[in-house]
Each structure stands twice: as C-alpha cells, then as structure tokens.
C-alpha cells in the first residue's frame, strides 16, 4: 500500500513568487490535512479538507490556500511569498476526520523563500 | 498559556533507561495524537487515543480525560528511539512543543 506522496520534496522560491504543493494520500483516504513547521513556532496546522471539503482552518493568513480534489488528491497554495514562508510543509492523510483517526504523513515539502 | 504542554522539552537518557514524556491540555478533546519525528524531518504517528492505555511494542500511551493528562512511556530505551515526540491535541490540532530524547549507548 503506496504511503502519502508530496511532491515537489524540496522547492526554491523568491519573495513574491507563489507556490503550490501537492499530496497525494493513500488509498481510500478522504482526508487531507496540511502543516507548516518552522524552527521558530514548531508544528502548526494550516487546514483539514474531506471530501472536497475544507472542515478545519488554523490561523493562517488567506495567502494560505488549499484544494481537494475528487480522487482525494490535495493542492495547498501559498501566494506572495515572505521570507517567513520558507519551512517544511507536511501533510497527512486519514480514513475521516484528521483530529479523531490515526495520521499518517508524507516526508514533507521543503520551501525556501529567498 | 500553550493549549498543549509537554514536559520536559529536552530529555537525555542512557540506554534501557524507563523514559516519561508528559503532555498536559487545556481544551478539552476527543482525541490525543502521539507523534515521533526523526531527524530529517520524517513523522511517524505513534499513538492516538481517546482513553485509558495503548501499548505498542515498547511503547505505552496513556491517557487521563479527566485530568487533561497524558503520558508517552519507553521501556528499555535505545538509541534509535532517539527523535522528538510530540503530542497532538485531536481536536484542533494543537501541537506541543516537542520532547528532544537523546538516548546514550
């Protein structure tokens, strides 16, 4: 059984600049949740979508975007980059609802912001 | 005041050792998530548990609704248990601050 995929694993942007990050889940999976962690504020949720769906939002700027697709396949957006952005992002993915099922995650997505 | 707290931040251990890492919340929840992430940045979800006790391997979960509590338990530490733990409010997804463990041959 293929593990969660996120793609690309390490990525180079410039302030201004915008990127987008995928995740793929595994199997049979219908939720997508995403996360940032920086050296600075550690581990900090960014949203959650199910079915489609967003269910969830942390306290991110609206620069902060996502997506889910039908096949359960996640896009997270992030435009006008800051310097701040530059961290490891991750997703996990879970049978239904991220708080109250086992996660499990992909080896992230490293942006750095120049 | 942290929704989620964990103690200690930094934990050094030789090994065998019996390790605790604790995690105290503020909110109350439906679920607790034990992670364990490894240098690289690879997270693996340990635990998640609504109550009393999980085992798995050498590793104990344990969790106190009432008291807001709960504990992560290593029996027998060795080396490779060496990471950050990490204790994850189901809720809202609150993270902890992270336990570093280092364990010493």
């Known amino acids: 059984k293929a593990g969660v995929t996120q793609t690309p694993r390490y990525l180079i942007k410039t302030r201004g600049q915008q990127v987008t990050l995928s995740c793929s889940p595994i199997?049979?999976?219908?939720?997508v949740s995403w996360y940032q962690q920086t050296p600075g504020q550690g581990l900090q949720f960014l949203f959650e979508?199910?079915?489609?769906?967003?269910?969830n939002k942390g306290n991110f700027p609206g620069r902060f975007s996502g997506r889910q697709f039908s096949n359960s396949r996640s896009e997270m957006n992030v435009s006008t980059l800051e310097l701040g952005d530059s961290a490891l992002y991750l997703c996990?993915?879970?049978?239904?609802?991220?708080?109250?099922?086992?996660?499990?995650f992909g080896a992230g997505s490293r942006l750095t912001v120049l | 005041k942290n929704e989620v707290e964990q103690s200690p931040q930094n934990l050094t251990a030789q090994e065998g050792e019996f390790i605790t890492i604790n995690c105290s919340y503020s909110?109350?929840?439906?679920?607790l998530h034990w992670l364990q992430q490894h240098p690289g940045g690879g997270i693996v979800s340990l635990f998640m548990?609504?109550?009393g006790k999980k085992k798995h391997g050498r590793l104990i979960a344990t969790i106190n609704i009432q008291e807001k509590h709960s504990s992560l338990h290593i029996t027998a530490s060795h080396p490779r248990d060496s990471a950050v733990y990490i204790c994850?409010?189901?809720?809202?997804?609150?993270f902890g601050e992270g336990t570093q463990l280092t364990v010493n041959p």
């Open positions: 996990a993915s879970s049978s239904f609802a991220s708080g109250a099922n086992v996660l499990t």
């Open positions: 199997s049979g999976h219908r939720s």
């Open positions: 979508y199910f079915s489609e769906t967003q269910r």
């Open positions: 909110v109350g929840i439906s679920a």
């Open positions: 548990l609504s109550s």
């Open positions: 994850v409010s189901g809720s809202r997804l609150t």
